[in-house]
């Protein structure tokens, strides 16, 4: 165990080192210390430091740590990825620093003890935030089994589901690389929980599982056994259960306590002398009141930021300064930090062997093949694909899941990975002579949409110029162009004005604005060979729940906003094929954009028409004025702004809705000559069959 740290003095010179979202936790605690000064805030990426230093008015930023030692800091608050958390701590050790370390620890067994030795050889404090254990509600269930409300406990059940913020594109981070990572970063909770209800772990089963629910995380489901001192501990740790829940239960010999963290209440059931069913009626009862209460109450005292988020977090940190600062032993000592890694490590080292030897499978030697499609799993794409096949075409797919048809064909050479992951993108392109860049986000966060689409493009233009594809077609949207601010009448055509407000359209417009400009920068400044495609509303067989524009598709019910005789840019799916085809085809149309829209005018309510006649895919449609859709849109910003978070829906959302017309069609029919095989009218019977 590292000495206690010096005695009572005036200030402690804190530096904050990572600002990731649990930094704001760190600053908010030590802000409420009269015996703390923040003197600095240390993260790689300035920006983000900046935002976050400007906003808790931390008047030094830097890179590195080097960069502050002229601010003398006593201690060092090491809040970045478990895989920097040595050397970082090291670096902090050797500067002076008292160090707090998030959990875990580190990574491996041998990185602990050179984090404790070097402490130890500075005659510094090190600790570990094992936040968990200060979480009020879990401090009062430990009472509780403390003073044998309980009795003696058998069973100790922690059961936890969360979720990741999604992959945002860019080299692998830690989450997606390793397969321990969800492992590493809840299970160490969960341990160092169990031995605080029961005892020292004496032996430890881990079991972890892969759902495939999303590509990025690979084990995302995990159960461990601990054999404690005083009972059995199991841990349930999902990334699939809903609703989320973190949960304890331990069970005794005369009653049992239950913790739910997210609502935090604290429920004791006890074994009651007489009937065994009389007994559970009345601690039903009395805990049913009880809750009746205590939510509301703690809703309340959420709302009014009595009760702040993290409470856990916020806690342990404060505890460790102020036990700098009184010259007392920390919290959570390094051994303890050190145990709960030498635990964790050997089905870490599984889990990452695992991992590691299927990201390796996916950068395998493969043989050329002249043709990529990305997005090949999507509607556009997979009808590419079909199409290229069909014609004895050999095609090379990137997927982020393999689908059992491409699979089983031989001639489609699959590469499974992220469309935002640079080293996947240049393998699947090495070789290609053409190559459909489909892939783009649909949905989700603004990471999302960031990873697949902008981080997508990007990777996919690099890895055209670095192996000199001779051909890139480009599948854009006509979202990038200006909707609201369009004047009615007035022909579309490739030099339409593009969207002055991305940011107020939505994730997707904004992100295939940028990706669309991307393509058009390389071409210009770096001589990509490329083809800008801008098809209309995609339709056909498969995509019969897409909502068409001027439509919100809203709890299964589609919304029609305005008048049902407002044209809308229909094009069937095999059509945009056609065009695709064109456009690798076709030598002297490099760097050239085409909106590739049927030239058949329709309405709108003749596609709604065609879809009420359907057997088969029958969606409940309600028609809304314009006015009364603003005036809603108008409720969701006030409350937006009153909650100050971002909504999604605004006034210039719903006056964006209008869709495009009068398409002028030169362009597309003259030089890159298309014309329309199957057609709207075709194409709805096909999609849509009424009976």
């Given at each position: 165990m590292n000495e206690p740290g010096p005695?009572?003095?005036?200030?402690?010179?804190?530096?904050i080192i990572?600002?990731?979202?649990?930094?704001?936790?760190?600053?908010?605690?030590?802000?409420?210390?009269?015996?703390v000064d923040i003197v600095a805030l240390v993260d790689v990426d300035l920006s983000v430091a900046s935002a976050l230093a400007g906003e808790f008015g931390i008047g030094r930023v830097a890179a590195t740590l080097t960069e502050i030692s002229n601010e003398s800091p006593d201690v060092a608050y090491v809040l970045t990825p478990p895989e920097s958390h040595c050397k970082l701590t090291l670096q902090a050790l050797d500067q002076g620093c008292h160090v707090l370390v998030e959990k875990p620890m580190a990574e491996t067994v041998e990185e602990c003890a050179a984090m404790i030795s070097a402490a130890s050889q500075r005659g510094r404090v090190l600790s570990v935030n094992h936040s968990d254990r200060f979480d009020p509600v879990v401090v009062r269930a430990l009472e509780l089994?403390?003073?044998?409300a309980c009795g003696e406990p058998v069973v100790l059940d922690i059961i936890r589901s969360s979720e990741y913020p999604p992959y945002?594109?860019?080299?692998?981070?830690?989450?997606?690389?390793?397969?321990?990572?969800p492992f590493r970063d809840l299970g160490t909770h969960g341990l160092y929980l169990i031995e605080s209800f029961l005892g020292p772990i004496a032996a430890l089963e881990v079991l972890h599982r892969e759902s495939g629910k999303d590509p990025n995380l690979k084990f995302d489901e995990w159960y461990a056994l601990a054999t404690c001192e005083r009972g059995i501990g199991r841990l349930q740790i999902s990334w699939n259960v809903r609703p989320m829940q973190n949960r304890l239960i331990l069970q005794g010999t005369r009653g049992t306590v239950e913790v739910d963290r997210f609502l935090q209440v604290c429920r004791v059931n006890r074994a009651l002398p007489g009937p065994k069913f009389v007994g559970m009626v009345i601690s039903g009862f009395a805990n049913a009141v009880k809750e009746t209460f205590a939510i509301p109450f703690n809703v309340l005292r959420f709302a009014t930021s009595r009760l702040k988020p993290s409470p856990g977090i916020r806690s342990g940190c404060a505890e460790f300064a102020r036990a700098i600062h009184e010259g007392r032993p920390p919290p959570v000592s390094a051994a303890e930090g050190s145990r709960i890694v030498a635990l964790m490590e050997p089905a870490c080292r599984k889990a990452d062997a695992e991992r590691a030897a299927e990201l390796a499978s996916r950068l395998a030697p493969i043989r050329r093949v002249p043709l990529l499609v990305t997005g090949a799993a999507g509607f556009l794409g997979s009808a590419l694909v079909r199409r290229l096949r069909a014609s004895g075409s050999e095609v090379r797919v990137l997927v982020r899941k393999p689908l059992l048809w491409m699979q089983l064909d031989p001639g489609i050479q699959v590469v499974v990975g992220d469309l935002g992951d640079p080293e996947v993108v240049s393998h699947a392109v090495e070789g290609v002579e053409v190559l459909y860049h489909v892939g783009a986000a649909m949905r989700g966060s603004a990471r999302e949409f960031a990873a697949g689409t902008v981080w997508g493009t990007r990777n996919v233009i690099a890895a055209c110029l670095k192996w000199q594809v001779k051909r890139l077609v480009y599948v854009s949207s006509l979202s990038v162009l200006d909707h609201a601010g369009r004047m009615t009448g007035v022909p579309v055509t490739e030099t339409s004005a593009l969207e002055p407000r991305p940011e107020q359209r939505g994730f997707y417009t904004q992100s295939k604005l940028d990706a669309e400009r991307l393509v058009v920068t390389a071409i210009e400044n770096q001589g990509l060979a490329?083809?800008?495609?801008?098809?209309?509303?995609?339709?056909?067989?498969g995509a019969e729940k897409a909502a068409p524009n001027g439509v919100v598709a809203i709890g299964g019910r589609w919304i029609a906003v305005g008048p049902g005789a407002q044209l809308i840019p229909l094009v069937y799916v095999e059509d945009v094929?056609?065009?695709?085809?064109?456009?690798?085809?076709?030598?002297?149309?490099?760097g050239r954009c085409f909106n590739v829209v049927d030239p058949r005018q329709s309405r709108q309510e003749e596609y709604l028409a065609a879809v009420r006649g359907n057997a088969v895919h029958r969606v409940r449609v309600h028609r809304v004025p314009v006015p009364v859709f603003l005036c809603l849109a108008a409720a969701v910003e006030l409350l937006g702004r009153v909650l100050r978070r971002p909504v999604?829906?605004?006034?210039?959302?719903?006056?964006?809705?209008?869709?495009?017309?009068?398409?002028?069609?030169?362009a597309v029919r003259r030089d890159l000559g298309w014309e329309p095989r199957v057609g709207v009218e075709e194409g709805l019977a096909q999609t849509f069959p009424q009976g």
């Open positions: 005695g009572p003095r005036k200030r402690l010179r804190v530096v990572g600002a990731g979202y649990v930094a704001r936790h760190h600053i908010s605690a030590l802000r409420t210390l009269d015996f089994v403390k003073s044998g945002g594109g860019g080299p692998l981070p830690a989450m997606v690389r390793q397969g321990s990572y490329a083809v800008i495609i801008r098809p209309g509303q995609i339709f056909g067989p094929v056609d065009a695709l085809l064109l456009a690798a085809a076709k030598g002297d149309i490099a999604p829906l605004t006034r210039y959302r719903v006056r964006s809705l209008r869709p495009l017309a009068y398409f002028q069609l030169d």
